[in-house]
Nanobody, 119 residues
Framework: QVQFVESGGGLVQPGGSLRLSCAVSGIAVSINVMRWYRQGPGKQRELVATISTGGSTDYVDSVKGRFTISRDNAKNTVHLQMNSLKPEDTAVYYC?????????????WGQGTQVTVSS
């Protein structure tokens, strides 16, 4: 079964940085489209960043220039480097993968990792 285990969140001041990690089992991150999502207080889950199998990346407009998604194929892990954090980045962050041959992500979600941006 596919599993996602997120880590690296915490409390950070505005302007600070965090690096999130997602340990993946059951699929290889190298051959799957990997994504980071977030869900803020009272908000729906939103797609934040995507990395394709070829390495191209895409971001929601609100994080462009501040966040970077990457993957470590040897460790089967996906990362999200977050710089210049803003209070509106406060959310629980999750990773997932697009099921090969479909437009959907796996129906399995990890526990997420809480990111709180506050002074």
């Amino acid at each position: 079964q596919v599993q996602f285990v997120e880590s690296g969140g915490g409390l950070v001041q505005p302007g600070g940085s965090l690096r999130l990690s997602c340990a993946v089992s059951g699929i290889a991150v190298s051959i799957n489209v990997m994504r980071w999502y977030r869900q803020g207080p009272g908000k729906q889950r939103e797609l934040v960043a995507t990395i394709s199998t070829g390495g191209s990346t895409d971001y929601v407009d609100s994080v462009k220039g501040r966040f970077t998604i990457s993957r470590d194929n040897a460790k089967n892990t996906v990362h999200l480097q977050m710089n210049s954090l803003k209070p509106e980045d406060t959310a629980v962050y999750y990773c997932n993968a697009v099921v090969r041959g479909s437009a959907h992500v796996y129906p399995y979600w990890g526990q997420g990792t809480q990111v709180t941006v506050s002074s």
